[in-house]
C-alpha cells in the first residue's frame, strides 16, 4: 500500500514538472510569433505614409507605425549609457520634445563615448519649431538594471545627463513634466539624428529555439520518468512473488 501511494505521488510529480516544461514551450513559441509580427512592422516600416503621433497614440498596435509631430527640442539631452554598436562604446542619444502639452522622449540615434568616464559627446540639437518623422516602439534596454535611484542619475551640465537605465518616472520628475509612455525613434534621414542602429530589433527565431530546448527536456524527463516507474512497480511485483 504504501508502495502504491509513493508510486502515486512520484507520477503526480512528474506529470506537473512535465506539465510546466510543455507550458514554457508553448508560451515561448507564443512570443515568437508576437515577434514576428513586430519583425514585419519594423521591415514595413517606411512602406505607408506618415500618420500624426497624436493620431497614433489613439490605437493600441502603434509599434514602429511611421509618424510624424510637430514641435521642439528641449533641454537636457539624456545619455543613456553602456551601448555598444561594432565593439565600441557609446550611447544612445535621447531628448524632450514637446508638442502643444505633451512631451515625449525621441531616441536620436548612437554617439560615440570616451574613455574618459567624466565627459559626454558634444552633440547638435535645434531647439526651433519643427516636424520631425520617425517611429514609435517601446524604450531601449540597456544599461544597468536594478533599482532606478540617484547613483545612476549623473548630471554634467543644465543640458547633458547620464543615465544607466531609461525609467520614465523617474525622468518625468526630472523634466517636471508628464511623458508618453512610447519613445519616438527619430528617423535616420532627420537633421538631428546620429547614427541610428541598424539591429534587429525582434529575435524570433530564438524564441522558437528556446521552446523546443523546454520540448526536449520534458520528452526526456517524461522518459525517465516512466522508465524509474516502470522499475519501480517491477521491484514491488518481484518482493510480493518472493513473499
Known sequence: MIKLRLIILYSLTLLTAVSVLVSLGFWQIDRGHQKELLN??????????PES?????????????KIYVEGKFVK???????SINERQFGYQLITPFVYGNNTILVLRG??????NRSILPNVNTSYDIKKITGYLNQPPYTGISGVFDKSTIEVFKKDKIRIQKLDRIRIEDVLGRRLENQIFYLHSDEPDAYLVKSDQFTKQHKHFAYATQWFC???????????????????????????
Open 40 to 49: 514585419s512592422s519594423y521591415l514595413n516600416r517606411d512602406s505607408t505614409s
Open 53 to 65: 503621433l497624436i493620431e497614433a497614440l489613439k490605437v493600441e498596435s502603434s509599434t514602429w507605425k
Open 76 to 82: 537636457p539631452n539624456f545619455f543613456l549609457d553602456n
Open 110 to 115: 548612437w554617439v560615440k563615448g570616451s574613455s
Open 217 to 243: 527536456m520534458a520528452l526526456v524527463l517524461l522518459v525517465i520518468g516512466i522508465f524509474n516507474i516502470w522499475k519501480k512497480v517491477i521491484n514491488g511485483s518481484k518482493k510480493t512473488s518472493t513473499t
